[in-house]
Nanobody, 127 residues
Framework: QVHLVESGGGSVQAGGSLRLSCEPT????????AAWFRHVPGKGREGVAV???????RYADSVNGRFTISRDNAKSTLYLEMNSLKPEDTAMYYC?????????????????????WGQGTQVTVSS
């Protein structure tokens, strides 16, 4: 069952930008902890960024300073603005939420701390 839908992926040259969006299909997550993860075959799914209901954020070291996670609670939409993209950013990107707001474990971007997942949107960065 799909609860979140990602969009905005595509192909871009290194140094370019993309903005990903994530929308719920059967629930509202404006007060829920939300995050972006990415997956590369053979590398596993990695946390990218997390945001709580109040807008507090944390980023993986690999994207810190280049990516920005945000949310529009009125639209129940989650965003990931990706700038200065690198080939190593190539991955399937997934949004995810918990069933409540972020807690201590959420900030570590652990897979097990998130309940609802989208089906992903592909981002390909060429050099």
């Amino acid at each position: 069952q799909v609860h979140l839908v990602e969009s905005g992926g595509g192909s871009v040259q290194a140094g370019g930008s993309l903005r990903l969006s994530c929308e719920p299909t059967g629930y509202t997550y404006k007060k829920y902890c939300a995050a972006w993860f990415r997956h590369v075959p053979g590398k596993g799914r990695e946390g990218v960024a997390v945001i709580d209901s109040g807008g507090r954020t944390r980023y993986a070291d690999s994207v810190n300073g280049r990516f920005t996670i945000s949310r529009d609670n009125a639209k129940s939409t989650l965003y990931l603005e990706m700038n200065s993209l690198k080939p190593e950013d190539t991955a399937m990107y997934y949004c995810a939420t918990d069933t409540n707001d972020c807690y201590s474990g959420s900030w570590s971007l652990r897979l097990e701390d998130f309940y609802y997942w989208g089906q992903g949107t592909q981002v390909t960065v060429s050099s």
